[in-house]
Each structure stands twice: as structure tokens, then as C-alpha cells.
């Protein structure tokens, strides 16, 4: 064949769609990359954990703190996307009951690369949760640093007090320039 290509079939039938609007999810598959499935969950994370530190002897009241914030980010955003393909993961094996493979392994018995993102995720989730004290450990942990460093600011806080009680008065300060008047007066 020189180039040719021979058509099977009758001719085309001149089937025509609408381009995809801006925002389909046509290719969507988990949305653990979709900023815009990703944010609605994340804000949704900080405000429940904002909401439950903000009342009184909270565990982790130290999370209100605005200094928390990316921290917080970060975590909501990596528990996002774990919820996001944790989703997608249960909706496989719920796809496809006669394999009973489960949802992270494909029709081969292949690990998904979607179950090999999970894993990472998982793993990082733990490193941001630890951070905050987002787990019994971890929260003892961060409790008992946070207190040492009151205990610190106390301590410097009392010895400053302390040398600043021990130390001499200032004396006033004399006016001199009653004095330079006078001599100035005598030269002239």
C-alpha cells in the first residue's frame, strides 16, 4: 500500500459534539490533582479543626494560632486528596464485582498508580499530623514542648524582673545649661 487507506465501514454519519466546557470533569478519574475538588475538602478540614480548637480546654488550641496556618494548609490539602482517592479506589471495586480484586489493583492484579499515590500521601499525612499534634503522641508531645517554653518565657521573664529590681535607681538628671548661661555671661 502506497498511503492508501481502506475505509471499513459505510461513510462517516457526521456526528458532531459540543466542544467541553471550561470546568468539565470528562477526564477526571480521582481528582487528587483538581484544585477544585482538592480546596472545598481542605477548607472544609481547617474549619472543623479551627472550630474545635476555639473552645474552651480545647487539646488543640494551640491550632488557632495564625502561625499554624500553612502547617494546617498543608495537612488539609494532603487529607484532601487521600479522601479523594480513597473515593475513587472504593468506587472501583464497587465497578467491578465479579473480579473481587480489590479497588488499589487493576483487572491484571497490577497495583494502581492511584494505590501507589495513596501510600505516599498516607505517609506524609502522618508527618503533617504529627507536626501539629494531631494524634495522642504526637499531641503530648507538642503540649509538653509548649509548655517548657512558657515555663522558659516565665523563668526569663522573673530573672529580668529580678535584675531590674536588684540594680541601682538612675539618678536624676541635672540640669546643666543654667551653669553654661553663667559662665557665658562672665567671659563676655
Same mark, same amino acid.
Given at each position: 500500500?502506497?498511503?492508501?487507506?481502506?475505509?471499513?465501514?459505510?461513510?462517516?454519519?457526521?456526528?458532531?459534539?459540543?466542544?467541553?466546557?471550561?470546568?468539565?470533569?470528562?477526564t477526571l478519574?480521582?481528582?487528587?490533582?483538581?484544585?477544585?475538588?482538592? &480546596?472545598?475538602?481542605?477548607?472544609?478540614?481547617?474549619?472543623?479543626?479551627?472550630?474545635?480548637?476555639?473552645?474552651?480546654?480545647?487539646?488543640?488550641?494551640?491550632?488557632?494560632?495564625?502561625?499554624?496556618?500553612?502547617?494546617?494548609?498543608?495537612?488539609?490539602?494532603?487529607?484532601?486528596?487521600?479522601?479523594?482517592?480513597?473515593?475513587?479506589?472504593?468506587?472501583?471495586?464497587?465497578?467491578?464485582?465479579?473480579?473481587?480484586?480489590?479497588?488499589?489493583?487493576?483487572?491484571?492484579?497490577?497495583?494502581?498508580?492511584?494505590?501507589?499515590?495513596?501510600?505516599?500521601?498516607?505517609?506524609?499525612?502522618?508527618?503533617?499530623?504529627?507536626?501539629? *499534634?494531631?494524634?495522642?503522641? &504526637?499531641?503530648?508531645?507538642? *503540649?509538653?514542648?509548649?509548655?517548657?517554653t512558657a515555663?522558659?518565657?516565665?523563668?526569663? &521573664?522573673?530573672?529580668?524582673?529580678? &535584675?531590674?529590681?536588684?540594680?541601682?535607681?538612675?539618678?536624676?538628671?541635672?540640669?546643666?545649661?543654667?551653669?553654661?548661661?553663667?559662665?557665658?555671661?562672665?567671659?563676655?
Amino acid at each position: 500500500m502506497s498511503g492508501d487507506v481502506e475505509r471499513v465501514g459505510g461513510p462517516a454519519r457526521g456526528y458532531r459534539w459540543a466542544p467541553f466546557e471550561k470546568g468539565n470533569e470528562v477526564t477526571l478519574k480521582h481528582g487528587a490533582w483538581s484544585p477544585r475538588k482538592i &480546596a472545598p475538602l481542605a477548607a472544609e478540614l481547617i474549619d472543623h479543626v479551627l472550630i474545635a480548637a476555639e473552645h474552651p480546654g480545647a487539646q488543640t488550641a494551640w491550632l488557632a494560632d495564625p502561625s499554624y496556618r500553612p502547617a494546617l494548609v498543608a495537612w488539609s490539602r494532603c487529607e484532601a486528596r487521600i479522601q479523594l482517592l480513597h473515593e475513587y479506589l472504593d468506587r472501583l471495586t464497587d465497578f467491578d464485582p465479579e473480579t473481587g480484586r480489590p479497588g488499589d489493583l487493576d483487572d491484571e492484579g497490577a497495583t494502581r498508580p492511584a494505590s501507589e499515590l495513596l501510600v505516599k500521601l498516607e505517609a506524609q499525612a502522618l508527618k503533617h499530623r504529627e507536626r501539629l *499534634g494531631l494524634d495522642p503522641l &504526637a499531641r503530648s508531645k507538642l *503540649g509538653r514542648a509548649l509548655a517548657a517554653t512558657a515555663v522558659d518565657l516565665s523563668a526569663v &521573664a522573673a530573672s529580668g524582673a529580678a &535584675a531590674l529590681a536588684s540594680r541601682p535607681p538612675i539618678p536624676e538628671p541635672v540640669d546643666d545649661d543654667d551653669d553654661e548661661k553663667d559662665d557665658d555671661d562672665d567671659d563676655g
